[in-house]
């Protein structure tokens, strides 16, 4: 079971497998921040982890995340977790699809990129 000193630390999740977009977002995490990066819910031991963190970037480009759209509805509806998801990049119609499955909101990678350090300040409770 987490601690609370677990729970209060600042942590978000790159579902990411581009090492240009890892080193970009790398380069905007700010002091006391972590990062988990990920293209699959396997590599959390147990969903629960996910509520761990406070957002997560989905990159809906990335050739190793099999579904992108799979991955939301499963966090949203088998997991009943309501993180927010931010989805960078994707055609119009996988955005379409993205948002039928509940993720929250959708960017252009660079505009994504733009508003990292918004994402940080309003997440850093």
Do not use: Y
């Not at 987490?2 to 977002?25: G, H, T, Y």
């Not at 997560?56 to 997991?79: A, T």
């Amino acid at each position: 079971m987490p601690s609370i000193d677990d729970r209060m630390r600042k942590r978000f999740i790159l579902m990411n497998s581009d090492a240009v977009l890892r080193q970009a977002v790398e380069s905007s995490i700010p002091e006391k921040w972590e990062m988990t990066e990920a293209t699959d819910l396997d590599a959390f031991d147990e969903w629960q982890e996910i509520l761990l963190h406070r957002f997560m970037l989905l990159n809906l480009e990335d050739p190793q995340i099999s579904d992108p759209v799979e991955l939301i509805d499963m966090i949203r509806r088998e997991h009943q977790l309501n993180i927010p998801i931010f989805c960078l990049g994707g055609s119009r119609e996988l955005r379409d699809q993205a948002r039928s499955a509940r993720a929250d909101r959708f960017f252009d990678r660079e505009e994504g990129l733009q508003r990292l350090p918004e994402f940080f300040q309003q997440f850093a409770w």
